[in-house]
Nanobody
């Protein structure tokens, strides 16, 4: 059974960088057709898609956050990491990692989510 677990700081100061890691167990992040995705939900708002790193290692980011977003991976640890630079209070959200399966066009796996608050 594949499981995803987010980890990272719960509180970040404005203008600092945020780094969140998703650890995948029970399966490999290099498995064909999987796109390892970050999604967030700000308080009182809908889900916002951030970007993904594919099984091949290629990345793609949503236009609204592209300028200060980076997603990388460590295949030896079966982890992928989200980095947001120069955060503001508007980056306060619950952050989720998820596994999208392209041949089924569906999210197969989700992490439980982690709360990140940007505040001084």
């Amino acid at each position: 059974q594949v499981q995803l677990q987010e980890s990272g700081p719960g509180l970040v100061k404005p203008s600092q960088s945020l780094s969140l890691t998703c650890t995948v167990s029970g399966g490999s992040i290099t498995t064909n057709d999987y796109y390892w995705t970050w999604i967030r939900q700000p308080p009182g708002k809908g889900m916002e898609w951030i970007g993904y790193i594919a099984y091949s290692g290629s990345t793609y980011y949503g236009p609204s956050l592209k300028s200060h977003t980076s997603i990388s991976r460590d295949t030896s640890r079966n982890q992928f990491t989200l980095q947001l630079s120069s955060v503001t209070p508007e980056d306060t959200a619950v952050y989720y990692c998820a596994g999208w399966r392209s041949d089924f066009q569906a999210y197969d796996y989700w992490g439980q989510g982690t709360q990140v608050t940007v505040s001084s």
